[in-house]
């Protein structure tokens, strides 16, 4: 069983950047698929960006894909979500989950979910 507790959520202007973190409790991190959602009010949680056990290979949704890179580093249980070029419709509260397939985007097949960031855009 894995912990998970998001930072780095905020307010940001159209065009600006922030960087959100993801720390996680336990001693098997690497064997966890990591994954970035977001769910903005009203709407059904989506998923971000997934990256796998040793961060070797990284799957996007096309809505930010070339504006957000997902990193993770083993060693400090953590994994991370670079966002670029902010938008507003990027305004939601971002969520970071694990489970132990492949690279998958489906929120049903994540086990573990922190509590989520929100991370406003403005316009």
């Known amino acids: 069983q894995v912990q998970l507790v998001e930072s780095g959520g905020g307010l940001v202007q159209a065009g600006g950047s922030l960087r959100l973190s993801c720390a996680a409790s336990g001693h098997t991190f690497s064997t966890y698929t990591m994954g970035w959602f977001h769910q903005a009010p009203g709407k059904e949680r989506e998923f971000v960006a997934a990256?796998?056990?040793?961060?070797?290979?990284?799957y996007y949704a096309d809505s930010v894909a070339g504006r957000f890179t997902i990193s993770r580093d083993n060693a400090k249980n953590a994994q991370y979500l670079q966002m670029n070029s902010l938008k507003p419709e990027d305004t939601a509260v971002y969520y970071c989950?694990?489970?132990?397939?492949?690279?998958?985007?489906?929120?049903?097949?994540?086990?573990?979910w922190g509590q989520g960031t929100q991370v406003t855009v403005s316009s």
């Open positions: 989950a694990a489970q132990i397939s492949g690279l998958v985007r489906t929120t049903t097949d994540y086990a573990y």
């Open positions: 990256i796998s056990r040793i961060g070797v290979s990284t």
